[in-house]
């Protein structure tokens, strides 16, 4: 009888994602002028997706309690590698997935030596990281340009049966290949209980260094989907560097939004997908309501600051004051 | 045995080698050796002209660093530095177009906008305890949000007064440019305010353990708050000085300086968990910066390059003596 209650609470943060999310779609298609079609669903899904990936990624970082700023700096990057590389016949594009895939790959390994094996902290480590990643995708496409494969671009954008977006499935397929297996794993436990308090994992004998910079990999991996869906969303690649780093802080606002706790230790990628998605739905809702798209930047940024604040609820819980200062 | 040894040596060097910080040493060391390398490039490199040039323009960045150093000394941390110069810039630029009256209070009120910015994000992180890298992402969402909606997405047409072009531009001293004097009156007052008052020695408390210098009686949430409002107005102050000195505001002018101030602050030895560093570490850090970038420009080094070379060595000198201790 108690086990449904534990899986509540600790499903909490995911399951007001996933009702945030519900209810703004509702609200979303109920006033889009084409109502609930397979259309809008397609094309919601493949903006939603987008962020998605990038949200994951940036999960897999904050669990630690750490955090990425490069994911979308990782994302630009392999955006305008997959503008060179997947094209062309069928074993050349799986050749140019497998090595976008690897670079995302490697970059969040950089990113997890540099920050573990070289103890520096994860804000400035990830924000020079990112300067870097943003200087190679500059030199591969310093204007915006490039091609894709289109029909593999097509399909994997398009929809299953006439009615499925097939990115949603490949999101499903991603967290079942990534996620699911991570987090059960030595390593996602790991990550987890270095988060939670890497001092007393640490003396429980949890290998925290080879979790973290599973993390850190697994992070750019994802990002790099994320990077690769782009390309086929957009038939280009491009070096733009106000994208990365919105895509960075939308990623911060997805992970908030999906009960992903920014102190480590607390929270799972389903809620920060369901909290990307949900956040794309309310950036959206101002197209439906025929607002000026000059106002979606402040509605975004507030609509953040709110998601953010809301976290100080616990404070009234607080007792003891010198809690604050945790 | 050994440590006798260093003793030794360290015993016969003058008083002020042995009291500085080894980062800042370094940092000083790595501008003598940028200085080197630029005067292989170019026979210029090393005249005073051009030095005087360099210093002016880092005094931009150091205005800017120094409310971040205020901050990382506190263990916080300000991401909204992009649009508290931009907001700073164009508001001032903005109040200039409102008659006399409007030009005359241009500059305060391009300061009290960085300040608002500032106070919202004190308010997030010292009385809602929201991580301060979260809240300050969040206000400088929110203020570009508020500037995309006031410009209409282009750049505002509305230039700098003459007092804000006096300000960055004109020599009150002769030879002195006025950017470099207001650097050094900013740098004073903080070095000041550091190290002889109740609010520096709170500020160094705070980093190293709020929790102490709450039950010591410091009212560890106010002073939280007036450094990040600090941090706002300098950065806007930054702001009014680059629309001063390229006589207008422009949409992206402050994403340029986020990486640059942390780092030099960062690479200043201020340690970015708060509670040690000091102000001289942060002007090397600063000319060190400035340095790195003048000497890419006289390469001729393409923008990708530049980020590159940027990045790669922030994070080689992190890696230098910037680097946690071990734990365990």
Redesign the interface.
């Known amino acids: 009888m108690k086990d449904w209650r534990y899986w509540l609470a600790e499903q909490r943060g995911t399951l007001l994602a996933l009702g945030i999310f519900f209810v703004m779609f509702v609200i979303y298609t109920s006033n889009h002028p084409a109502g609930f079609t397979a259309n809008v669903v397609q094309t919601a899904s493949n903006k939603g997706v987008l962020l998605a990936f990038v949200a994951m990624a940036q999960t897999l970082v904050v669990i630690t309690a750490g955090i990425d700023l490069s994911v979308g700096m990782i994302f630009t990057l392999t955006n305008c590698l997959a503008s060179w590389l997947v094209i062309g016949t069928g074993i050349e594009t799986a050749f140019g997935v497998v090595a976008v895939l690897g670079t995302g790959l490697l970059c969040g390994a950089i990113n997890g030596a540099i920050v573990i094996y070289g103890r520096l902290q994860p804000i400035v480590a990830t924000i020079a990281t990112g300067a870097v990643f943003f200087g190679i995708a500059l030199l591969l496409r310093p204007f915006p340009g490039g091609s894709v494969n289109e029909d593999l671009a097509d399909a994997l954008t398009g929809r299953l049966f006439g009615v499925v977006p097939a990115s949603l499935v490949v999101l499903l397929v991603v967290v079942l290949v990534v996620w699911v297996p991570f987090s059960r794993s030595v390593l996602g436990r790991a990550a987890y209980a270095a988060g939670s308090s890497e001092m007393a994992a640490y003396m429980s004998g949890v290998p925290i260094r080879r979790g973290k910079f599973a993390a850190y990999a697994l992070a750019g991996l994802l990002a790099s989907i994320g990077g690769l869906f782009l390309t086929f969303f957009t038939y280009t690649g491009d070096a733009a560097y106000a994208s990365g780093n919105t895509y960075t802080l939308f990623s911060i606002a997805a992970v908030v939004l999906g009960g992903v706790s920014l102190f480590g230790g607390k929270g799972s990628a389903i809620g920060a997908i369901f909290g990307a998605l949900a956040f794309r739905t309310i950036g959206d809702l101002l197209f439906v309501f025929d607002f000026d798209p000059l106002w979606q930047p402040l509605f975004q940024g507030v609509i953040l600051l709110i998601a953010v604040s809301l976290g100080a609820f616990a404070l009234f819980r607080v007792r003891n004051r010198l809690e604050w200062f945790l | 045995m050994s440590e006798t040894t260093i003793g030794g040596i360290a015993n016969r060097m003058p008083k002020f080698i042995r009291r500085a910080d080894p980062a800042v040493l370094t940092a000083f060391a790595c501008i003598v050796l940028l200085l080197f390398v630029g005067s292989l490039y170019s026979r210029s490199f090393l005249s005073p002209e051009y030095l005087l040039q360099q210093l002016k323009v880092a005094s931009f960045l150091g205005v800017i660093a120094t409310g971040m150093m205020l901050v990382i000394l506190l263990g916080q ?1 300000d991401l909204s530095v992009p649009w508290s110069v931009a907001v700073g810039a164009m508001m001032a630029c903005a109040a200039a177009a409102y008659g006399p009256a409007g030009v005359a209070l241009a500059i305060p009120f391009g300061i009290f906008c960085g300040v608002l910015i500032g106070i919202v994000n004190g308010i ?1 992180v010292a009385y ?4 301060s ?3 300050t ?10 500037m ?2 006031y410009t ?2 282009f750049s505002p047409q509305d230039s700098a007064t003459g007092a804000m072009r006096y300000l960055a531009t004109g020599f009150a001293i002769p030879g002195l440019p006025n950017a470099v004097i207001i650097w050094a009156l900013i740098g004073a007052v903080t070095v000041f305010a550091l190290t002889r008052t109740g609010f520096g020695r709170a500020v160094y408390g705070i980093g190293n353990r ?2 102490a210098a ?2 010591s009686g410091v009212d ?1 949430r106010r002073v939280v708050m007036i450094a990040f409002a600090v941090s706002g107005g300098l950065s806007a102050f930054g702001g009014v000085l680059l629309a001063g000195y390229a006589s207008k505001a422009a949409q ?1 002018m402050g ?1 340029a300086y ?2 640059p101030s ?2 030099a602050v ?1 690479l200043g030895g201020t340690s ?2 708060g509670g040690r560093g000091s102000y001289l570490g942060t002007v090397a850090g600063v000319i060190l910066i400035t340095l790195l970038q003048s000497i890419l420009s006289v390469m001729q080094m ?11 060595v ?2 080689a000198m ?2 230098l003596y ?7």
């Open positions: 941390i997030g809602l305890r929201i991580p890298m979260i809240i992402l969040a206000t400088n969402a929110v203020a570009q949000g508020l995309v909606v209409g997405g709020e929790r709450y039950l560890t992206s994403d986020l990486l942390i780092a960062v970015i968990l393409p923008e990708a390059g530049r980020q590159i070379i940027y990045g790669v922030i994070v992190l890696l910037g680097r946690a201790p071990a734990s365990r």
